[in-house]
């Protein structure tokens, strides 16, 4: 029964015209993302509108952030890293590998989820106190994740699982899994934070219950005949010689997400001694507006990903060049956009999340200008960074996900405060300056490498027997 549906999709992939093939691919895993952002965006908006407390436990809730990317990242390291490998073995025909990645992969996120839940209950508070916890926002820290981290196996399991799903061509299909727990999530969010009067309770409820129904909708289609790749208790067991390659090639994003989590927590510390929990609180707003820009790209690089992946599987490097190219055409309309309306309007930008706290709208407003300065180089970051996961370019990857944030970034945020007088500016400051020199970075390395692999495939197609 699997058989004809793998030649169809290597019809799909492998023949289809790129720019429509691209379209299909990514409008779904754009869509998905964008819903995704529903979970957190929706919840901080609801939260900052609490009476009484929406600024304080808006804080609160930015202080969780460290811990929550970090569940997310973990997702990525299995997901994202076996995803990719399962689109080069199926390119290559080898559809039984492709399988056997999966059911090791779902396995080893189980496992990594039940071991995330102890560790983050038993040791939340001196964790959220290292983070940048005051004592005014601790308590609305410790209710929201309190929740959430109990939630812990429905979040590695959709966001691990729908990779595999997008790795078939079935883009739709990961869309609706991210729509229906995001949609649900804005519906429940306000009866449980308003209605129930649970606050930030209510929100880490509503985000539990979503992520439960998104993490059932992955498994029940794996396990359905309308999968490519089938969901069978067979293959789950952990095969280490197809788990650690799966890992190498998911470090790269496991450590963009999670040096993200460290990224966060030096911003609140260094935040919380020039400008207090008012710049911690602007930080959440600014956190999230990144969201909101590095998602899309990110579902666009993913709707490229299948392309790339299979066409380099099945040596076809017109297709891979032409992937490519339509991937950062449509990432740098969208980036240049945002970052237009961010430059051009950030007190509409930051009411979106807090209006009836005017201090923290001017905080907000004045630091967005800032810390996307640069903001639209997140379209050269993005793509090429992508490209080089869909190519299986582990160390590349690894390498260039390490060096903004922990080669330059953080130790920007440490060390320019020594050279303003301005030190709140100067923390906001390290952030187009780390984004400029990594963009110029990674443009620079994609244009040596991916010119090399298709030099060694065209080598290698033309030394192979007819």
Not at 19 to 46: E, F, H, M
Not at 364 to 388: D, P, S
Not at 416 to 438: N, Q, R, S
Request: positive net charge; proline residues 4%; aromatic residues 10%.
């Amino acid at each position: 029964m699997s058989q004809p549906k793998t030649k169809r999709r290597e019809a799909d992939l492998g023949s289809d015209p790129v720019g429509s093939l691209l379209l299909r691919l990514a409008l779904p895993t754009i869509c998905a993302q964008v819903v995704n952002l529903l979970y957190n965006i929706v919840d901080r908006i609801y939260i900052g509108r609490i009476p009484g407390e929406g600024a304080v436990a808006l804080t609160g809730m930015g202080v969780t952030f460290p811990i929550i990317t970090l569940i997310a990242a973990f997702a990525s390291l299995v997901g994202m890293g076996g995803a990719p490998r399962a689109s080069i073995f199926m390119g290559e025909g080898d559809h039984e590998r492709a399988v056997r990645t999966m059911g090791t992969c779902t396995l080893a996120l189980w496992a990594l989820a039940a071991v995330l839940t102890v560790v983050f209950l038993v040791f939340q508070r001196p964790i959220l106190l290292l983070f940048g916890a005051s004592e005014d926002t601790l308590p609305y820290a410790m209710q929201y994740l309190n929740i959430y981290v109990m939630g812990t196996i429905f979040v590695m399991t959709a966001l691990g699982l729908n990779g595999f799903i997008t790795a078939q061509g079935k883009s739709d299909v990961a869309m609706k899994t991210v729509l229906i727990g995001a949609v649900l999530n804005v519906v429940l969010d306000p009866v449980f934070i308003f209605v129930f009067h649970m606050g930030v309770r209510g929100a880490a409820i509503a985000t539990v219950l979503s992520q439960a129904v998104s993490a059932l909708w992955v498994v029940r289609f794996l396990v359905s005949a309308k999968s490519t790749l089938r969901l069978e208790r067979r293959y789950l067991r952990i095969d280490g010689e197809l788990l650690l390659p799966s890992i190498g090639l998911g470090a790269s994003p496991f450590v963009m997400q999670s040096t993200e989590s460290l990224l966060i927590v030096t911003f609140n510390v260094s935040l919380q001694r020039y400008g207090g929990d008012l710049a911690v609180g602007a930080m959440t707003i600014l956190t999230s507006v990144a969201q909101m820009i590095q998602m899309p790209l990110m579902g666009l690089a993913q709707g490229a990903q299948p392309i790339l992946s299979f066409n380099y599987g099945a040596k076809q490097p017109a297709r891979m060049r032409q992937a490519i190219r339509y991937n950062l055409l449509v990432a740098c309309v969208f980036a240049f956009g945002v970052w237009g309306l961010v430059q051009f309007a950030p007190q509409l930008v930051a009411r979106m999340f807090c209006r009836e706290a005017p201090e923290l709208i001017e905080m907000t407003a004045w630091a967005l200008r800032i810390y996307f300065a640069v903001g639209f180089t997140m379209a050269f970051q993005n793509t090429f960074q992508q490209c080089f996961v869909a190519l299986g370019e582990a160390k590349i990857s690894l390498f260039l996900a390490l060096e903004r944030k922990i080669l330059l970034l953080i130790p920007l945020i440490l060390i320019l405060p020594h050279f303003f007088e301005d030190k709140l500016f100067a923390v906001f400051f390290a952030e187009p300056v780390a984004d400029l020199l990594a963009a110029t970075t990674v443009v620079v390395l994609f244009a040596i490498r991916f010119r090399q692999l298709i030099r060694r495939m065209e080598q290698q197609t033309a030394a192979a027997p007819d």
